[in-house]
Nanobody, 126 residues
Framework: QVRLAESGGGSVQAGGSLRLSCIIS????????MGWFRQSPGKEREGVAA???????SYIESVQGRFTISKDNTKNTVYLQMDSLKPEDSAIYFC????????????????????WGQGTEVTVSL
């Protein structure tokens, strides 16, 4: 079965940085879409970043230039480097993947995900 496990969340001061990691197992597709979503109590869940199997990345405007999504060479871990963090970035962050097997159709921040991690909490204070 597909398993996703996030880590790296925590509490930081505004302007600080965090790096989230997501180890993915049971997912062997060579064509895929992977990404990060976030949700805070007062807001809808939103797609933050996405990465496809061709290396194309996508971000929501609010994090453009501050967040970077990447994966390691073994393709089993996806990262989200978060710099210049703001209080409004506070949320539970979820790693997610699509069903796999297709590429080039739709892989942008907010893509339709099929598998989800348990979430890791990020708190940014002034």
């Amino acid at each position: 079965q597909v398993r996703l496990a996030e880590s790296g969340g925590g509490s930081v001061q505004a302007g600080g940085s965090l790096r989230l990691s997501c180890i993915i197992s049971g997912y062997s597709w060579s064509k895929y879409c992977m990404g990060w979503f976030r949700q805070s109590p007062g807001k809808e869940r939103e797609g933050v970043a996405a990465l496809d199997s061709d290396g194309k990345t996508s971000y929501i405007e609010s994090v453009q230039g501050r967040f970077t999504i990447s994966k390691d060479n073994t393709k089993n871990t996806v990262y989200l480097q978060m710099d210049s963090l703001k209080p409004e970035d506070s949320a539970i962050y979820f790693c997610a993947t699509d069903l796999g097997g297709l590429s080039g159709h739709y892989c942008y921040a907010g893509f339709v995900a099929a598998y989800w991690g348990q979430g890791t909490e990020v708190t940014v204070s002034l």
